[in-house]
């Protein structure tokens, strides 16, 4: 029953990272139970990917959007993009992510560390989902650095042991030099843009509404896919990676990790496909990683790392074809992209079954497996004859197809570079499976008394792997009508293409037949190639991780004579030279203070105290006299003009009472008279003789003064009153 793809396709990411946090509570219920917990998320995610497929081919090439509100200040949605494109990846990533959790069920039984292994791979599927399904540049580098995370958990799965611990750390640091190019890549195309959304960035770059520096920002994206893709220079991680648990190393290199350098290529293709430096700097990396890793694989004797270099090889076919720059090349990478997912997901799983049971990666203490384990040896012929390129196979029709782009672009040395890689390709394959397989069983296998095939829940896999591997070739016209490619089929290039691959295989075959199978008993002379020069140097991956070594020991080195110079005679210095510098300074100012201010100070202080007290003296004397005679002044006339005033009235008033009795009038005016003069006098005198005690206790407060000034005042104009009213 398939999902609406409206919900289809937030589920298919969502529930692996809703799933994976129930896993602890899983785990009381027993490790295996985490298994198959794991398996029974990743059918409901299978689900919702292939729900995805009828609406990816009913769009007939247009997209849809899904999208919800996430960072609103900003304006970004989270948005959910379905296309052919997107879809594909997703179904890839799911359903290889199925058959391994199935295979993993019972090949991690005896880890005690279940729970953690399966953690990481569901958030694992899930961060590749989100990838190929993000609409947003901002969204998709999210579930980039997700991925990265869970690649350098389940490579370092094993952290007791040594050399899983850095083969973890060195992945995370050789991949994170590539996502901080990618990150500037993607800041500066929103800076020039105003948008992460990915649709529109097209429109507007395909309109011409926008002027984008397109170069710059396509080397950058490029560098971040060079670098999850492990392509040369940063390839350097992935070999390590084996360290890893077998099925964490199938999903890497089969459907996750690896894939979304190739699958970023592929996306913004559409935005950079006009940049021909950009185009051209795809190609030749691509090639000249091809050749070069499959010579590496031709030397290497781990079971594992042949494998290793192998998808390192046949990535940089993949990228090649993407640089090419033609709809077919387009095609012809992602047609490889599929085989390539189902033929080293097979392989990887093929030779962790004969690890698990020989316990040994070194080809020298294998061979002679194929009697007591048939069914990994059908599976595992299968494989490598696919990933040779032999028919009918699915590796030979889409490698078939990039040669058939590689003719009709008419590129000579891209075509020398991927015919060279084909030839080595098909030699390494089958000396991996005559080194396993073939020949007589070694000293170490002699010794091995249960060699036989995996139990069922092993086997299905990969036998559902191998069986893939078979027909997906024949699908080659039903995916171009799915991705939306229309290109002219050339009859030339088809057949120059066949007849390339005729060629390669005539070449291939044999030679390995002969140096593998035929001589592998025939013992070596001093003069073989194993002590050329030139095979000491592919064996050693070309000195890329000596070159590194190197670089970083002179970092490292500048670093220490930094911290010797600068750090110990400099910086913990300062400190003792600060310190000593500020004490002179304190002493100096301390001296100029205390001698020519502190000393001084006092006596000036005291000395201003002085005048400012002297002055402040003369003028409160001063303004006391003036205010007391003032007021006495004010008394005495006001005391005056009050008597002649009085004495009309009266001379007047005794005259109308008394009428004729003038001389009682003029004896009670004397008398009256006299009194009146001698009582102004009397308290004009105690008020003259108050003011002057006024003044001379003027130390007082202030309002003191001016309170007895006031009473004194009070009183006469109380006594004028009383005399008024006689």
Avoid at 79 to 90: F, N
Wanted: with cysteine.
């Amino acid at each position: 029953m398939l999902i609406p793809a409206e919900y289809a396709a937030w589920l298919c990411w969502a529930i692996p990272f809703i799933a994976l946090l129930f896993v602890p509570l899983v785990a009381k219920f027993g490790r295996k139970s985490v298994g198959w917990y794991a398996v029974a998320v990743m059918f409901l995610v299978v689900t919702c990917t292939v729900s995805l497929i009828p609406s990816a081919l009913g769009a007939y090439g247009e997209p849809h959007v899904y999208s919800i509100p996430w960072m609103p200040a900003l304006d970004i949605d989270l948005s959910i993009l379905i296309d052919p494109l997107g879809t594909m990846m997703a179904n890839i990533a799911a359903c290889i992510g199925l058959l391994i959790m199935i295979y993993s069920v019972n090949y991690m039984e005896t880890e005690k560390a279940t729970p953690r292994f399966f953690f990481f791979m569901l958030l694992f599927v899930g961060g590749m989902l989100g990838l190929v399904m993000a609409n947003n540049l901002l969204q998709m580098y999210f579930f980039w650095e997700t991925v990265g995370l869970c690649s350098y958990s389940l490579i370092g799965f094993w952290y007791s042991r040594v050399d899983a611990a850095k083969a973890g750390m060195k992945a995370f640091i050789v991949t994170r030099i590539g996502d901080i190019f990618l990150l500037l890549g993607i800041l500066l195309l929103y800076v020039n843009t105003g948008t992460f959304n990915f649709l529109e960035i097209r429109e507007l770059i395909t309109t011409g509404h926008v002027s984008v520096p397109m170069l710059a920002i396509s080397i950058l994206m490029l560098i971040g896919a060079i670098g999850k893709s492990a392509q040369v220079p940063l390839h350097v991680w992935l070999p390590n990676a084996m360290e890893g648990p077998t099925p964490t190393s199938a999903l890497i290199h089969g459907a996750t990790m690896v894939k979304a350098g190739i699958y970023l290529v592929a996306r913004i293709y559409i935005l950079f496909s006009i940049v021909q430096p950009w185009l051209t700097t795809i190609t030749y990396i691509g090639g000249i990683t091809a050749f070069l890793a499959a010579t590496m694989a031709l030397t290497s004797s781990d079971l594992k790392r042949i494998l290793a270099f192998s998808t390192i090889s046949q990535l940089g076919m993949i990228m090649a074809a993407l640089g090419i720059g033609t709809e077919l090349g387009w095609f012809a990478s992602q047609f490889h992209v599929v085989s390539h997912a189902l033929f080293k997901s097979l392989l990887f799983l093929s030779a962790g079954v004969v690890m698990h049971v020989t316990h040994t990666l070194d080809l020298k203490q294998l061979g002679g497996l194929r009697k007591e384990m048939p069914i990994t040896f059908i599976v595992s012929v299968i494989g490598a004859f696919s990933l040779a390129g032999i028919p009918p196979f699915a590796g030979f029709w889409s490698k078939d197809t990039i040669f058939e782009a590689i003719i009709l672009a008419e590129n000579v040395p891209l075509f020398i570079l991927i015919f060279g890689t084909s030839v080595l390709t098909a030699i390494y394959s089958i000396r991996w499976i005559c080194k396993v397989f073939l020949g007589k069983k070694s000293k170490h296998l002699e010794k091995q008394h249960h060699l036989h095939d995996p139990k069922p829940v092993i086997t299905i896999p990969l036998i559902l792997l191998a069986g893939a591997s078979c027909v997906a070739g024949f699908f080659k016209a039903p995916l171009e009508h799915y991705l939306e490619i229309h290109f002219e089929a050339s009859l030339t290039g088809v057949l120059l293409a066949s007849l390339t691959s005729t060629i390669i295989l005539a070449v291939a075959v044999p030679t390995a037949y002969f140096l593998y199978y035929k001589k592998r008993n025939a013992p070596k002379t001093s003069g073989t190639f194993v002590k050329n020069s030139l095979y000491i140097a592919i064996f050693n991956g070309y000195y890329f991780d000596a070159a590194y070594n190197k670089v970083l020991r002179g970092v490292l080195g500048f670093g220490q004579i930094l911290h010797r110079t600068v750090e110990t005679s400099g910086i913990l210095h300062f400190p003792y030279v600060v310190a000593g510098g500020t004490s002179k300074l304190v002493n100096v100012v301390y001296q100029v203070i205390e001698t020519a201010a502190l000393q001084k100070l006092p006596y000036a202080i005291a000395g201003g105290a002085s005048r400012i007290a002297n002055s402040t003296h003369e003028y409160i004397e001063a303004f006391l006299d003036r205010f007391v005679y003032v007021i006495a002044g004010g008394a005495m006339i006001t005391a005056h003009k009050t008597h002649v005033h009085l004495d009309a009235f009266l001379d007047r008033f005794c005259y109308l009472i008394a009428g004729g009795t003038v001389e009682t009038a003029r004896v009670t005016h004397e008398y009256i008279d006299s009194f009146l003069d001698k009582l102004v006098y009397l308290f004009a005198g105690k008020t003259v003789k108050q003011g002057q005690k006024i003044r001379k206790t003027y130390r007082g407060p202030l309002p003191d003064f001016v309170l007895a000034a006031l009473l004194g005042f009070l009183l006469v104009f109380g006594l004028l009153i009383l005399t008024g009213m006689r």
